[in-house]
C-alpha cells in the first residue's frame, strides 16, 4: 500500500468511526465514558497521534466552533464547540454527548472550507 493510500485509509477511518451508529450507541466503550469532556480529548488525542507520526489528515472539526457560536446564536466568545455545547445542556455532559452527534450531523451538512492537519 502506498503511502498516500495509508493516508486516506486513515482519514475514512476517523469519520466512519464518528458517524458510526456503533460509536454513538456506544460512545462510553470507546473511550471509557460518556462525557462530552472525554469524547473532546479522546478527538484531540487522535489528532496530536496523526501530528506524531506524520499523517496527513483532513480536520473535520475545522469551522465547527464558528458554526456552534451561530447555531446557537451566542455573541462574541472564545469559547470552543465542546464548552458551548456543555452550556446549551446545563452542563450535563451525557446529554452533551448526544447533542454534539446531532450538531456534528447538521455541521457536516454545511460544507466548510476544510484545510489539511498537520
Same mark, same amino acid.
Given at each position: 500500500m502506498q503511502k498516500s493510500e495509508k493516508n486516506l485509509n486513515e482519514k475514512l477511518k476517523l469519520k466512519h468511526l464518528?458517524? *458510526?451508529?456503533?460509536?454513538r450507541i456506544r460512545t462510553a466503550?470507546? $473511550? !471509557?465514558?460518556?462525557? $462530552? *469532556?472525554t469524547l473532546k480529548s479522546f478527538?484531540? !488525542? $487522535?489528532?496530536? *497521534?496523526?501530528?506524531?507520526? +506524520?499523517?496527513?489528515?483532513? +480536520?473535520?472539526?475545522?469551522?465547527?466552533n464558528e458554526w456552534t457560536i451561530k447555531h446557537y446564536n451566542w455573541k462574541e466568545t472564545s /469559547? !470552543?464547540?465542546?464548552?458551548?455545547?456543555?452550556?446549551?445542556?446545563? +452542563?450535563?455532559?451525557?446529554? /452533551?454527548?448526544?447533542?454534539?452527534?446531532r450538531i456534528y450531523d447538521k455541521f457536516k451538512q454545511k460544507?466548510? /472550507?476544510?484545510?489539511v492537519y498537520n
Open positions: 464518528l458517524e *458510526s451508529e456503533n460509536f466503550m470507546f $473511550i !471509557g465514558e460518556k462525557r $462530552i *469532556s478527538f484531540d !488525542g $487522535i489528532y496530536y *497521534s496523526f501530528d506524531i507520526y +506524520n499523517i496527513k489528515e483532513e +480536520n473535520i472539526f475545522l469551522g465547527l /469559547a !470552543g464547540w465542546k464548552d458551548i455545547i456543555l452550556k446549551e445542556c446545563e +452542563n450535563d455532559e451525557e446529554k /452533551a454527548v448526544d447533542e454534539f452527534f460544507p466548510v /472550507a476544510n484545510t
